[in-house]
């Protein structure tokens, strides 16, 4: 799924803006003075969010906040750089802790209790299954999924493919998969957003230029990205 798909369009934008600034009517002069009211601050600056719900999933009917621990297995990868897994598991980790919606430990596919477990992270699992990992890694949901693509050149590329479950009842909690491309200028757009966002003023150009040259810059902007979908 291309992340252009996460980007309002122009038309979008332009009935928001004229939402913002309370106009009743639309004229040809309204459209053509647009550019103008945008910079004089009549509408409040409308920040692109990753949360456009066309690439990820979040189940309506349960609420994050009673999950209370969680555990992210360390992603698969299907990609030919096997460090990248660990690199993206851990800034997951790091920029979903920052959201403090629930508790979460790492857990290594190496580890012990993990590897006992004999599963696929990449396989739907039997409620039997289920049972068993609440009971190993004493939790309540575990964030499971697959670096399904990465390339640092010519431009960087991410593919990312998550899901939540609720160990209590077996039920999809969250879901996403996306790939995010540093050259595509909509991607471009969402890194600068994101520079804003966290208030780095007169840091962020050096800072967007790191992120897409940069593959821990480009993760960590990428995992922000997905915890605002929480």
Request: net charge positive; hydrophobic share 35%.
């Amino acid at each position: 799924m291309n992340s252009s798909g996460t980007v309002l369009s122009y038309r979008k934008t332009f009935y928001w803006s004229l939402v913002a600034c309370n106009l009743s009517s639309i004229s040809r002069v309204a459209i053509l003075l647009l550019p103008m009211v945008l910079l004089s601050g009549c509408v409040t600056y409308y920040r692109t969010s990753a949360s456009e719900a066309d690439y990820y999933y979040l189940n309506p009917d349960k609420s994050l906040s009673t999950i209370g621990r969680a555990v992210i297995v360390e992603l698969d990868n299907n990609s030919s750089y096997p460090k990248i897994s660990n690199d993206v598991t851990q800034k997951l980790y790091q920029a979903l802790q920052k959201k403090q919606i629930f508790g979460l430990t790492v857990v290594r596919q190496s580890d012990s209790l993990w590897r006992s477990l004999q599963l696929d992270l990449n396989s739907e699992y039997t409620l039997d299954q289920i049972i068993k990992i609440r009971q190993t890694l004493k939790c309540n949901a575990v964030l499971i999924g697959t670096v399904t693509e990465f390339r640092p050149y010519p431009h960087m590329i991410i593919g990312l493919r998550l899901k939540l479950l609720d160990l209590r009842d077996g039920q999809l909690l969250w879901a996403l998969e996306q790939v995010w491309d540093s050259a595509d200028k909509t991607t471009e757009y969402r890194i600068k957003e994101y520079f804003r966002s966290q208030k780095r003023s007169g840091y962020a150009p050096l800072k967007e230029q790191l992120t897409s040259v940069s593959s821990l810059e480009f993760i960590k902007y990428i995992s922000y990205e997905v915890a605002e979908t929480l």
